[in-house]
């Protein structure tokens, strides 16, 4: 005769790892379009599309449709020569309509974000590069200071001049999010391991069936932190290695695994509390 042995809370019953793909990392573009897509909109200023030769006027008299003067001077962009206004089917000038934000500092952000992301993504700094990267930049910074450089190249900054309407943030950025959303909640779930009291089943394709496999001189290892990737981007992510034991061994890697502490914790608390069948006689 047997009893069952005690279960396990149910929080611990099961714990499912989900290995992300690298466009979790992208939040930071879509984030930042949206918000330079509001601050665009918010400026309340509009783009004015006109031809080679154009040339803004202050104080200018400005005649209407009945060859009436305004009250008082005005400001006026001239086209010269024989060129036109971008027009529709009639044949009138374009309105204004287009939100273009007065500063170009709106779109060197955005720009800065996109490259810094794709820079992080694809070079990999683990361990002492990290830091060797960090102590790099600092003497870097130092450098300039000493030399008097950063005013030069904050002045250079300035010239450059990168404008996307409010229409290009929010469809660059809604794009983005909904790949995002699409990727991150659905696609990367297909790809996983789920651990329970004694074993873990594991899914390495989209639409692929489950492997099982027991817990018993399992090894889990945890790689170096990417400081950039992982802490900074990944708000706490990192790469899991796992292997099996036995005349066959296996080895499963799972990179960017989110909460990778908290997980690591249950898994090893859940080994710990391996379930024991008790007989008596």
């Given at each position: ?12 019953q099961e714990i499912m790892i989900v290995s992300h793909s690298m466009l979790f990392y992208w939040w930071p573009v879509w984030a930042v379009g949206l918000l330079m ?13 006109v031809p080679p030769k154009t040339e803004a006027i202050r104080d200018a008299d400005v005649y209407w449709n009945e060859g009436k ?213």
């Open positions: 005769m047997s009893t069952a042995p005690t279960p396990l809370p149910s929080d611990r897509a509001l601050l665009t909109y918010l400026d309340k200023t509009l783009m004015v599309v003067s305004s009250e008082r001077k005005r400001y006026a962009v001239v086209v010269r020569d024989e060129s036109k206004l971008p027009s529709d089917d009639k044949g009138d000038p374009l309105q204004p309509k287009l939100h273009m934000a007065n500063r170009s500092a709106y779109g060197v952000i955005f720009a800065a974000t996109l490259l810094l992301v794709i820079l992080i993504t694809n070079v990999p700094l683990r361990g002492l590069w990290s830091v060797v990267v960090i102590i790099s930049i600092v003497l870097v910074a130092v450098i300039f200071a000493l030399l008097d450089w950063w005013e030069k190249i904050f002045h250079y900054l300035s010239l450059l001049d990168i404008r996307i309407n409010a229409g290009g943030y929010l469809f660059i950025s809604l794009v983005l999010l909904v790949m995002w959303l699409v990727t991150t909640v659905f696609f990367d779930r297909q790809i996983y391991m789920i651990f329970t009291p004694g074993q873990f089943r594991v899914c390495q394709e989209i639409g692929g069936g489950e492997s099982t496999y027991d817990t018993i001189g399992m090894v889990i290892q945890k790689q170096r932190d990417d400081l950039f990737r992982h802490i900074i981007l990944g708000l706490g992510s990192g790469d899991l290695i796992v292997r099996t034991s036995g005349a066959h061994t296996h080895e499963f890697h799972l990179p960017n695994v989110l909460f990778i502490n908290r997980k690591l914790q249950m898994i090893e608390a859940m080994m710990r509390d391996r379930p024991v069948v008790k007989g008596t006689a």
